[in-house]
């Protein structure tokens, strides 16, 4: 049989059927599952699952080889663990990595958690389209996947920065949420969703989101 290509990744609310059954994806917030969370999804893996739990490269967790009828008995669990979103569509949004060593309280962990309260403001975006949270002392998130970034720039204050382009703009931390949704609607307004990703979308920024 040929791969089918689906132009979308696989979620918990909205898995994926594959040769081996279905395909499940738990996507983490702020980057990080807790100790009980892991070990719950270890234990669903092997109940109910191939057994085999795979990383993604923006750090999701995948489950393999879940039967249709195990499927809810996977989301009531999952439910439970507090490891799902509230619909299938703010789960599909949700597509954010956050530097692995935030602390409580940095500009990492403020502009991600604000971001997440704000997904239902972001404009319908293709299905690959992401955003990285890259707020630390120096950018890490560089060769990971994202669209629209918040960096610390070289000069130590943060910077927003689209995708493919070399250069960001100073933001303050407390507007680079509403600078990332900015970017994300022009985006949309002036035809990426055609190209499909940031680095492939040769528009002109306009001219609040251009780097010297």
Same mark, same amino acid.
């Given at each position: ?20 059954? *279905? ?16 070990? $719950? ?19 999701? *967790? ?95 204050? *943060? ?32 035809? $990426? ?20």
């Amino acid at each position: 049989m040929l791969p089918r290509i689906h132009g979308r990744c696989p979620g918990a609310l909205r898995p994926m059927m594959s040769g081996d059954g *279905l395909v499940l994806r738990l996507r983490p917030r702020l980057a990080r599952f807790t100790r009980d969370q892991v070990l $719950g999804i270890c234990d669903a893996a092997q109940r109910h699952g191939a057994g085999v739990i795979d990383i993604t490269s923006r750090a999701n *967790l995948q489950l393999r080889g879940i039967a249709d009828a195990d499927w809810p008995v996977l989301l009531a669990r999952f439910g439970d663990g507090g490891l799902l979103d509230e619909s299938a569509d703010i789960e599909s949004r949700r597509n954010v990595l956050v530097t692995p060593d935030w602390m409580p309280g940095d500009d990492s962990a403020r502009i991600a958690t604000d971001l997440l309260e704000r997904i239902v403001d972001l404009p319908p975006l293709p299905a690959k389209v992401g955003f990285a949270i890259d707020a630390g002392p120096a950018p890490s998130l560089l060769r990971d996947s994202a669209d629209f970034r918040i960096e610390r720039g070289a000069h130590g204050g *943060l910077i927003l920065r689209a995708d493919g382009r070399p250069h960001g703009v100073p933001v303050d931390a407390g507007q680079a949420v509403e600078g990332l949704i900015a970017l994300a609607r022009w985006f949309v307004d002036s035809g $990426g969703s055609v190209a499909g990703r940031m680095a492939r979308h040769r528009a002109p920024l306009p001219e609040w989101a251009r780097g010297d």
